[in-house]
C-alpha cells in the first residue's frame, strides 16, 4: 500500500521502518528535519508538501509532538486535507487532545475519507521492537482495514470505540501511570522512613492487592535509584496536561492528577524534566527530608 | 501447643477455628462478648482474663479492633503483660499504630517474651479460607518459630524486618490500595465524561503500564455499580489515619493519601460509610455530576 509517514522522530522512525520492511510504499515530507536515511535507501519518496504526500498515498500516517502540529500538517496551508480525495484513510499516531481529536475527525471524514486516532504506549524500545500497545478510536469498518498496518507495529490492539475515543483511552492510561507512580512512592517513602526495608515491602505487597505493574517496574526504580528514562518525566506533564484541560473542559474534578502534575513540576524545579517518571518520588522526597534508599 | 486467641470476632472467629481444627489447645476470654459456640464445643478453654490466658498459654495471638484495645489487652489491668512470663510469644494479627507497635514489642521482650506484629489482608473470605497475606515484624528466630502456626491461618507470609515493620507493611499496602483505586476513578471517571465505553479503557489498559490488581477487579465493580463490600470504607479510612498521624508523627507529607481520605469522608457524608472502597469513585462524581457508567 501506498502509506505517508509524517514525522519520523524517536518513534516514527522505527514505526515506518517496519511499513517499509514489510513492503509498503512510504512518502515522506522532505523539508521536515532531513528523513532517516535507512529509509530513503529503502525507496520511499520524498515529497515537498503534507499535500503532496495525501496526493500520493492512499493512507497518511501523522506522528508528531502535539496538538497544534497535528492541526497544522492535516489543515495548515498544503497540509494533507488539501490533497485528500474520497476514500484515502488518516491515522493520527500522535497522542494529543482527544476533544479537539473529534474536531479533526469529523472535518476529515466530511472529505470523505476516514479518521482513526492511534496513539501508542510502549515508548521508543516498543516502537523498535514492533510491540506497541495501540489504543485506537475508528469507525469498526475503518478499524477492520487499518488493522493489518497496525499489526506490523504494535502488538496490544484495541477498538475502543468511535474517533476520538484511542485518544481518551491514552488520556486514561496516563492518568492511571502518574497516580499509581505517586501512590507507590508515597507507601515506599512511608515505609522506609518508618523504619522498613522498602525492598522487602515492595515484595511483600506484590502478591496482593497492591500489586501492579508500577510496583513492580517502577517500585524497583525508585529503590534502585535508577531514574534514567524510560519515559521522561516533561512527556508525562504533556500528558496531564490534556488530562487537566480535558477535565476542565467536561467539567470534571481531577484531585490527584492536578496533585501528580505539581508533583512532576516540583521535579523539573530541580532540573528534572529529563528524568524517568518514576523519580517523582523525589518530589515527595524534598517534602519530607528522607530519602526512599 | 496452648494458645491464647483475645478477639474472635469476624476475622478472628475463622482464624482461631484454623488453629484448633489442626490440634492446638484455644484459651478464650470469657467476659468478652461471649465466645463462638463451635471454638467452645471444640474444647477451648474460658479464662476470666487475659492475665489469666498469658499464663495458662505458650503463644497469645490477639486480633481486636485498634490501637488503644491492643494496648489495653496487652498493658491494662489484669492484661497479658501482667501473665507473662520468660519465654512465651505475643502475635498482634490487629493492624495498628506501626509507632506504637515499636513500643509495644519492646515493653513485651522487656517482659523476657517475644513479641510478633502480623497484620493480615484478605478479608473475611481470607480468614475462613485459611488464604490471608500476612506481613510480620519479628525478630528472625521468632518468626521461624510462629512461621507454620501462621501458615494455618494464610498463605502469602513474609517476614519483613525487625517488630513494627508487619504494620508498616500493612500501611503501606492500604496507602497503595486507596491511591489506585483513586487513580481508576479519575481515569474512567474522564474515560466516560468525554465519550468513550469505561468497560473497553479498563480492559485496553489492563495489558500495559495501567494495569493493576485494583484496575482489575475495583475497576469492574465501579463500571458494575456493585459497592457492597468487600472492604468497608470506614474500615480502610481507619487504615489511612494510620498512615496520616505516621506521617504527621515521622515529618512526612503523602498528599495524595490526604485527598484520598477526604474523599471517602464525602463518601461517608453521603451515607456510604459501609460501601465498598471502590466507591470512592462516587465522591468524585459528586463533584462532577457524571457517573462512570
Not at 476533544?99 to 492511534?118: K, M, V
Not at 499489526?151 to 484495541?158: A, P
Not at 499509581?180 to 522506609?192: H, R, Y
Amino acid at each position: 500500500m501506498k502509506i505517508g509517514f509524517i514525522g519520523t522522530g524517536i518513534m516514527g522512525r522505527p514505526m515506518a521502518g517496519h511499513l517499509q520492511a514489510a513492503g509498503h510504499e512510504l512518502f515522506l515530507l522532505k523539508r521536515k528535519s532531513p528523513p532517516p536515511q535507512e529509509l530513503i535507501d529503502g525507496g520511499a519518496t520524498l515529497c515537498e508538501t503534507s499535500a503532496e504526500i495525501a496526493r500520493a498515498a492512499d493512507l497518511v500516517i501523522t506522528m508528531v509532538p502535539n496538538t497544534p502540529e497535528v492541526e497544522e500538517v492535516l489543515f495548515g496551508p498544503d497540509g494533507v486535507a488539501s490533497g485528500l480525495g474520497a476514500g484515502k484513510t488518516v491515522i493520527d499516531m500522535s497522542s494529543i487532545d482527544p476533544i479537539a481529536t473529534q474536531g479533526f475527525a469529523a472535518r476529515i471524514e466530511a472529505l470523505g475519507s476516514a479518521y482513526a486516532d492511534a496513539p501508542v504506549s510502549g515508548g521508543e524500545v516498543g516502537a523498535k521492537a514492533a510491540s506497541l500497545t495501540i489504543m485506537v478510536g475508528a469507525r469498526p469498518e475503518t478499524f477492520d482495514r487499518i488493522k493489518p498496518i497496525l499489526e506490523l507495529m504494535g502488538k496490544n490492539i484495541t477498538l475502543i470505540g468511535d474517533p476520538g475515543s484511542g485518544q481518551i483511552a491514552k488520556v486514561a492510561n496516563q492518568i492511571i501511570v502518574a497516580l499509581n507512580i505517586e501512590a507507590v512512592s508515597e507507601a515506599l517513602l512511608f515505609a522506609s522512613r518508618a523504619g522498613a526495608d522498602p525492598a522487602k515491602v515492595r515484595e511483600a505487597l506484590m502478591g496482593g492487592f497492591a500489586s501492579s505493574r508500577i510496583l513492580e517496574v517502577h517500585g524497583e526504580r525508585m529503590i534502585k535509584r535508577t531514574f534514567d528514562p524510560g519515559f521522561r518525566i516533561r512527556l508525562h506533564q504533556k500528558d496531564l496536561d490534556l488530562a487537566l484541560s480535558g477535565a476542565k473542559a467536561l467539567g470534571l474534578s481531577l484531585p490527584n492528577t492536578a496533585s501528580a502534575q505539581q508533583l512532576f513540576s516540583a521535579c523539573v524545579a530541580h532540573g528534572g524534566a529529563d528524568w524517568d517518571h518514576s523519580a517523582m518520588v523525589r518530589a515527595l522526597e524534598t517534602l519530607a527530608d528522607h530519602q526512599v534508599a
